[in-house]
C-alpha cells in the first residue's frame, strides 16, 4: 500500500474543509452501544446530519483512557454482545453506504494484538477503516504499530499531549497519518462544562515536524468547544463523552436517541463554519 493512499479520505476532507473555509466535527460511538443494531442507526444518523468523519471504538474490558460515559457505553455493547468481528460487519456495512467519509478506531493494545497484529490492521482495512488510533500506546513504543497499520493502507493515529516535549512530538509527526489526535486537557475523556485552551505551542510544533491536521479532543461537548478549539489552531474537534451521555438518556426511546444524537451533530458541525 502506498503512502498516497494511506489516509487518503482524510486528506480529501481536509482539503475540502479548507476550500469551504471550515473546521472538522467528528462524533465518537462506541460500536454495539446500546446494541448494533441501533449503533448502526446511530452512525448513519451522524452522517446524515453532516458529520465529517467518524470515530468508533471497540468495546474493551479495561479502557484506560475513556471516562465513565463511555466505560460505560462499553460495558452496554458487551452486554449487548458487541464482539469484534461483529463490529467490524458493521462498519463494512456503513463503509458501503458511506464510501467517503473517513472512518477512525479508537482501541486497545491488547484488541489489536490478540490475534496478530497484521491479522487485526487486515480485518481493519477489509472492514473500511482508515485510521487506527491505538490509546494505550505511548510514542516511545509506537513503531511496530504505525507499520504494520501503513503496511496494510491504515493510517496510524497518535495522541498528542499538549505538554508533550518536543522530540515525543517529532515522533508523533512523523508516525501519524489522516490526522493527529490532540488533547484539550489531561486525563481521561469527558463532557466538560469549561474547556480552557492554550495550544499555540503544541500546534507549531506538531506543524513544524510535519505532522497531519490536529483534531482536539477530549472535554469537547458543546458549539463553544468547538468555535475554541478553531480559534485555538486546531483543524477540527472531536466529541464523544456528549453522545455518549445523549445515547445513555434515551435507552427506552430509540426515536428520541437517534433525534438527539442528529441534532447534536448538527450544532456542532454548525459551529465550524465562520458566520455569515
Same mark, same amino acid.
Given at each position: ?6 489516509? @487518503? ?6 482539503? @475540502? ?55 460505560? #457505553? ?132 506538531? @506543524? ?45 426511546? #430509540?426515536?428520541?436517541?437517534? @433525534? ?17
Amino acid at each position: 500500500m502506498t503512502a498516497a493512499l494511506v489516509g @487518503a479520505r482524510y486528506a480529501a476532507m481536509f482539503d @475540502a474543509r479548507r476550500g469551504s473555509r471550515e473546521g472538522v466535527f467528528v462524533p465518537f460511538f462506541m460500536l454495539g452501544d446500546p446494541d448494533l443494531q441501533t449503533s448502526a442507526r446511530l452512525l448513519r444518523a451522524a452522517v446524515s446530519a453532516g458529520a465529517d468523519a467518524l470515530e468508533v471504538g471497540l468495546p474493551f474490558s479495561d479502557p484506560i483512557a475513556d471516562g465513565v460515559a463511555i466505560q460505560r #457505553a462499553g460495558m452496554r455493547a458487551h452486554a449487548a454482545g458487541a464482539t469484534t468481528a461483529r463490529c467490524f460487519e458493521l462498519l463494512a456495512e456503513l463503509r458501503a453506504e458511506a464510501p467517503a467519509v473517513p472512518l477512525g478506531l479508537l482501541t486497545y493494545a491488547n484488541l489489536v494484538v490478540q490475534g496478530g497484529v497484521g491479522v487485526f490492521y487486515s480485518l481493519a482495512r477489509a472492514s473500511g477503516i482508515d485510521s487506527v488510533l491505538v490509546a494505550d500506546v505511548p510514542a516511545r513504543e509506537a513503531e511496530p504499530f504505525a507499520g504494520a497499520a501503513r503496511a496494510h493502507g491504515v493510517a496510524p493515529v497518535l495522541i498528542a499531549p499538549p505538554d508533550a516535549p518536543e522530540a515525543t512530538l517529532s515522533t508523533i509527526a512523523r508516525l501519524s497519518d489522516g490526522y493527529t489526535y490532540c488533547v484539550a486537557r489531561k486525563g481521561v475523556t469527558g463532557a466538560d462544562e469549561d474547556v480552557s485552551l492554550s495550544h499555540g505551542r503544541l500546534f507549531a510544533t506538531l @506543524a513544524k515536524h510535519g505532522a497531519p491536521p490536529p483534531l482536539l479532543g477530549f472535554g469537547i461537548s458543546s458549539p463553544v468547544h468547538v468555535r475554541a478549539a478553531l480559534a485555538a489552531g486546531a483543524a477540527g474537534a472531536i466529541s464523544g463523552s456528549a453522545n455518549a451521555s445523549r445515547i445513555e438518556a434515551n435507552l427506552r426511546d #430509540a426515536n428520541a436517541m437517534l @433525534a438527539e444524537v442528529r441534532a447534536f451533530v448538527r450544532d456542532m458541525k454548525a459551529a465550524t463554519r465562520a458566520p455569515g
